[in-house]
């Protein structure tokens, strides 16, 4: 028998610590091989999988608590935070103490985190950075499709698609491995459609690159649309049988021609066209969508847009079409099904649905009148820290908003006004440094639990290597911190004992992991949920979720009429520039992982502004100079690297490093609550001392 079917959570077969592809990869020590039998990755690791074994012997890991900076002990730690909770809620009430989980969470984790909030804080005040990933394209597919699943079909289908646009994605440097089902789509004759406002590696491999104006990708989706219509690819069967709504639909593109969508776009109509013949041609087509066009204002919209044209050429819920979003953080799927957002239950539940409340207060064993309700969503929540009505003390979990919030430097000052600010994390990440209490914690392979990719996959992170001696799980230590508040005993620190009540609690909601086991994970390279659990033979779980009906109640997608707007903040004579911001190959995230690992920081050392040569000669910069880039929120500098690959009025920053983010314009989404990261109106110069640094 072998080591994984004896114990399917402990063995050197687990998956990889960073993005939502989740490669899987074996950890043997301190070795990494990557796994055949994951098809999202099929032997394929990129640079940081490769590399990610030297997380668990950093030299920076914390190993002992930390108390206003000082190692104490774990009890000294515990009993620190609780008696300040305690006081908290004494002198403001429940709501007074906040938790901010992640996106890179285990599914445990993130289960646990909501059901401690609303158990043992009883605060209503808990969401997560998830919120800045995925939210957008969550509000929209949800409207449209009834059910929020990234990409509603295995990865392998993309391989055996004829056409794809992605709007939005640049995998070749995000998630390196995704390239493969993409060049098997090339290579098998099929044609890959870019939108992106710079030629992005991604962009490079493309047939046809749309290089859009940034904050216009909504426009852009209302221009295909129309010709996808005036040229007649709209399937009027597949749209009379399986969708509402589109005559709305048709009549509020009419005014979008393409003429008028080159002009607000910079996309040429010769362009537009083809993409549309594109894909209206191809017998099996994808449109995706990623970060690029949904991390914006109206991101909700942008992404009904493009949904919009999937079903009017018949994709979403055909076999080998579809309309997918790539999600980006490790668990950005299943961290938004477990209870972890401001406004939802376990099994991807509504908080305000009556019989939601009832099913999963039964589940942990409360009265339904006794779960909080909606809390603020991840910018509001950060932006109330420390005010006279906002939570006086967070829990922050998985997260480092220094860095990765929009509005940084304001997010920064919200957090220094706050009573007590606790950090769980591995390292002493920007945001631990400024924490009243830091709980070490384990990490990736030390630890077991399931992680949900994006496909939908759940997958077994087994636990690979020892923790050091010192780190404790995140779920040990809300077992500490609730035994301290008088119920410990609804919080099991093992992680297959939260995965079985998860599975309870998701039981009959949109995402069921009901029927979901670690045994079957392991004997099947993971499930697609959902999966409910039923009496005889077990479900199979469902890698195409739509090919009958879609999930709304008549089984019908929904389309919604969206209009065009510019950027909340467009450009001007002060700030005459567009600023946008993404990720490089060498690093993930806000770089607390990736920044401590040295081929990675030798490949990408620093934050870098990228411009197009004519700029860069009108401004007077030359390639290596620092420049300074400064938006009405604040200023950050970088290296400037000069190249044409960028659109002359816009400018590019890497977000792993402290820097972008001070910039960022934090309006809101209206529907998803998604700041818009993607667009802001800067003004870029040199710096004085014209310092070259490379
Ligand atoms: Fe795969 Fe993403 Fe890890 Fe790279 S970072 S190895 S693409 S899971």
New binding site residues.
Partial sequence: MSQAAADPTVGSAT?????????G?YVREGEIT?REDIP??AG???????T?AELLTSPERLTTPLLHGSPVSWDEALDYVAARIEAVRAGHGPDAVAVFGGGGLTNEKAYQLGKFARVALRTSQIDYNGRFCMSSAAAAVNRAFGMDRGLPFPITDVARADAVLFAGGNVAE?????VRHLTAMRSGGGRLVVVDPRLTPTAKMADLHLQVTPGTDLALALGLLHIAIADGYADLDYLAARTTGFEAVRTSVSAWWPERVERVTGVPVARMREAVRILGEAERAMVLTGRGAEQHAKGTDTVTAFVNLALTLGLPGRAGSGYGCVTGQ?NGQGGREHGQKADQLPGYRKIDDPAARAHVAAVWGIDPADLPGPGRSAYELLDALGTPEGPKALLLFGSNPVVSAPRAGHVTRRLEALDLLVVSDFVLSETAAMADVVLPTTQWAEESGTMTNLEGRVLLRRQAAAPPPGARTDLEILRGLAERLGCGEKFPADPRTVFDELRRASAGGVADYSGITYERIAAETGVFWPCPETRGEPHPGTPRPFLDRFATPDGRARMVPVDHRPPAEDVDEEFPLYLTSGRVLAH?QSGAQTRRIRPLTQASPEVFVELHPDLAERLGVAPGDRVRVRSRRGAAEGVARVNASIRPDTLFMPFHWEGVNLLTNPALDPTSRMPEFKVCAAALERCEDGERVA
């Fill in positions: 998956h990889c610590p960073y993005c939502a592809l989740q490669c990869m990557p999202a990755n394929g690791l990129c640079q940081k999988g490769w990610a995000t998630m390196p491995p995704f490790g993930y």
